[in-house]
């Protein structure tokens, strides 16, 4: 029995590093994914930042998930989720000026980030905090090296540089740090990332697959499906 | 208990403590925050006008943080204005005794990075160097034309301060 539930706290862990990684895999957290990877760094920076936002929301959604009524479960995971912004942003510009002022506007946008609200949503209002925070730390994990992954291709190969580091001076593709290498560079690990996961389309969806489900008649029996 | 009144009550007394948790929070970071920002002002005041003594001067005026002046004459407008967000934009600019805009640094820009980038270009930046008048016309960035604007702004508010108060200037530095 302690076996198995060590098992699946490991798998609960381990899911969203590759298998279920919000960023590659969900396709979840794109404007990050491609705003603030132009320097390998700020990709570390934005990924643990939006670890410890996720972390602390997933723990306080997933204890107070019997108090908040469902009326208001949006703005409630709304308001912890921007206080926890708030505090991260509070941090970087007193101890990391440097990251606060590179990372700009987009850390403000944590706040809207759907990989936080989803993990809220889907999984920390419907298990322990235990469960939740494990599940926090491995998709910020996750979502932190596809974005380190990410920025370390198009500094690389559109700066010369890695981590500030000149590494390929003299052969730079300058477009892989702007927008559309970005694009470019993203797609490119998603696919690769999706064959190592072999994450396939469902063929089906079907009602308990469905976000909808619990408001929708079919599911209810109220029409045919 | 009945969903119409708990769902207020929960509501309130989830704000109410993330407003409690945000208040200790500042507490503990505004000393750090204010010591980070006075080092970053004195970095870049170093890094575009040079190593110097440089003296706040004790005159306030609408749109402009802080006033310093450098041995050399120069007046050093401290200005904050609004690029792609609000406030976004923290800029030093520098008039000389010639009434001439003789630097521009950014102590920090929160636009999005790639607009931060290109407003921070000399490219860029050049036009405006050498200016004595306020001109309502400039080249802007494709692009990036909203964090163009708050570069403008900001030579424009430098530029008409000092034209129109600066004998009040000048006697603040002899003081």
């Not at chain 1, 999984?123 to 730390?137: G, I, Y």
């Not at chain 1, 990410?150 to 702007?178: C, D, H, N, Y």
């Not at chain 2, 009434?99 to 636009?111: K, M, N, T, Y």
């Amino acid at each position: 029995m302690a076996k198995t539930t060590k098992t699946s706290c490991l798998k609960e862990f381990t899911k969203g590093i590759i298998r279920e990684n919000p960023n590659l895999v969900g396709l979840l957290g794109m404007c990050p994914a491609l705003a603030t990877t132009q320097e390998a760094k700020n990709a570390i920076g934005m990924g643990l930042a939006t670890t410890f936002v996720l972390l602390g929301s997933n723990i306080v959604i997933s204890a107070l998930r019997r108090v908040i009524p469902k009326s208001v479960k949006l703005p409630a995971y709304i308001v912890i989720i921007a206080g926890f912004v708030t505090l991260i942003q509070f941090l970087l510009h007193g101890y990391l000026p440097a990251l606060y002022t590179a990372l700009g506007t987009f850390l403000s946008l944590i706040t809207v980030n759907c990989i936080i609200l989803g993990r809220a949503e889907i999984f920390a209002c419907k298990n322990n905090v235990w469960r939740s925070a494990l599940d926090a730390a491995g998709m910020g994990i996750g979502f932190t090296l596809a974005l380190f992954l990410v920025g370390s291709i198009r500094e690389l190969g559109g700066a010369g540089t890695w981590m500030g580091i000149p590494l390929t001076k003299g052969f730079e593709i300058p477009i892989l740090t702007q927008s559309p290498g970005g694009f470019f560079v993203l797609g490119c690990v998603i696919a690769i990332v999706s064959k190592i996961a072999r994450k396939k389309p469902p063929r089906t969806i079907g009602c308990q697959g469905c976000p909808m489900s619990e408001t929708c008649a079919a599911s209810q029996g109220g029409c045919s499906k | 208990m009945n969903d119409t009144i708990k769902a207020p009550i929960v509501l309130t007394l989830i704000c109410s403590a993330v407003c409690g948790l945000l208040a200790l929070g500042n507490h503990l970071t505004k000393d750090k925050i204010a010591a980070a920002e006075s080092q970053a002002i004195q970095d870049s005041l170093a890094n575009a006008f040079g190593e110097a003594e440089y003296t706040t001067l004790d005159l306030q005026f609408d749109g402009v943080n802080q006033l310093f002046s450098n041995p050399d004459g120069t007046t050093i407008f401290d200005i904050t204005t609004s690029g792609y967000e609000k406030n976004s934009q923290h800029l030093l600019i520098g008039i000389d005794e010639n009434g001439e805009v003789s630097a521009i640094s950014f102590v920090s820009i929160s636009d999005s990075p790639t607009q931060s980038k290109k407003v921070q270009e000399t490219a860029f930046l050049s036009q405006f160097i050498g200016q004595s008048e306020v001109n309502e016309t400039y080249d802007a960035i494709a692009g990036a034309t909203k964090s163009s604007d708050g570069v403008h702004t900001a030579v424009t508010r430098a530029l008409n301060i000092y034209c129109n108060h600066k004998e009040e200037i000048l006697h603040g530095k002899d003081n």
